[in-house]
């Protein structure tokens, strides 16, 4: 559950539909595509000695390279070119970035519906594994197409992203996406997808400053907008707010607290 803070400017909004010789599925690529993708995460948690809230940044630059589509998909490698995490709590800033993880080429799949999965989790330093993890980072990405390409109606979605770190959470992602409208995006001439979902977050572990293991179990919202370009293939940007609310538990201390989650995600192709 990543969010971001690049301002999306949607241009000439009116209705759209599929179209002569669009390409509503990924298309391979002659050379990478270079994402920067930022957001922005405050946790608020009523603690029995009141309010706490935790706000973290993010933000990476990766490059993905999808070659021609097979049965399962487009063989894809991810590699991430810049890495910048930093969390603002009570207590102080704390950093970490991408270390031995930059510049590492990353192969897996490109699912024919936006997924991605790689062949195999890449070792990381334990500073960046406790906050990071590159395959739910690749997950949450990508929009998620109509397997048969089909956009002529609104198609049903369903994501289940998973984050491997200190405090390991699934999050499953259940809604609608539709094309909205047309827009140019740097001189492309593009179309708006929205997708709109129901959000489950559970999870367990213990991050750094936790007293012992943590549960974690929120629900919410998640708005999207993706600029796609119908040509290639390609995502061009997209955006999403996030808001979750529920609790989080310390079994080992009989405790429930209140906590909720808003954050803001972007991405956005460089030229």
């Known amino acids: 559950m990543r969010f971001g803070a690049i301002a999306i400017t949607l241009l000439a909004l009116g209705c759209a539909s599929g179209g002569g010789g669009a390409r509503f599925t990924f298309g391979p690529v002659e050379s990478p595509l270079q994402y920067e993708v930022r957001s922005s995460q405050m946790i608020s948690v009523e603690t029995p000695m009141g309010p706490q809230e935790n706000y973290d940044t993010v933000d990476v630059t990766v ?56 062949d195999e989790r890449p070792s990381l330093e334990t500073s960046l594994s406790d906050v990071f993890d590159p395959s739910g980072f690749l997950t949450d990405l990508m929009l998620r197409m109509p397997a048969d390409g089909n956009t002529d109606a609104p198609w049903a ?47 367990s572990g213990m991050p750094a400053g936790a007293p012992a293991e943590m549960e974690l179990a929120l629900s ?52």
């Open 63 to 118: 490059a993905l390279s999808v070659g021609e589509a097979t049965e399962g998909g487009h063989r894809l490698i991810a590699s991430f070119d810049a890495i910048d995490l930093r969390s603002h709590s009570p207590g102080g800033v704390q950093r970490a970035d991408g270390g031995a993880l930059i510049g590492q080429r990353l192969p897996g799949t490109l699912h024919l519906t936006g997924s991605i999965d790689l």
């Open 157 to 203: 979605v369903r994501v289940e992203s998973k984050w491997e770190t200190a405090l390991s959470v699934t999050g499953v992602y259940e809604g609608t996406a539709q094309i909205v409208g047309d827009t140019v995006w740097n001189g492309t001439p593009a179309k708006i997808i929205q997708f709109e979902a129901a959000v489950q977050l559970s999870g």
């Open 220 to 271: 919410g919202t998640s708005a999207r907008r993706y600029v796609w370009d119908p040509a290639r293939g390609v995502m061009l940007a997209g955006r999403a707010i996030d808001d979750a609310s529920g609790s989080i538990s310390i079994p080992d201390m009989n405790l429930v607290l209140e906590a909720a989650v808003e954050g803001q995600w972007s991405a956005e192709l460089k030229p």
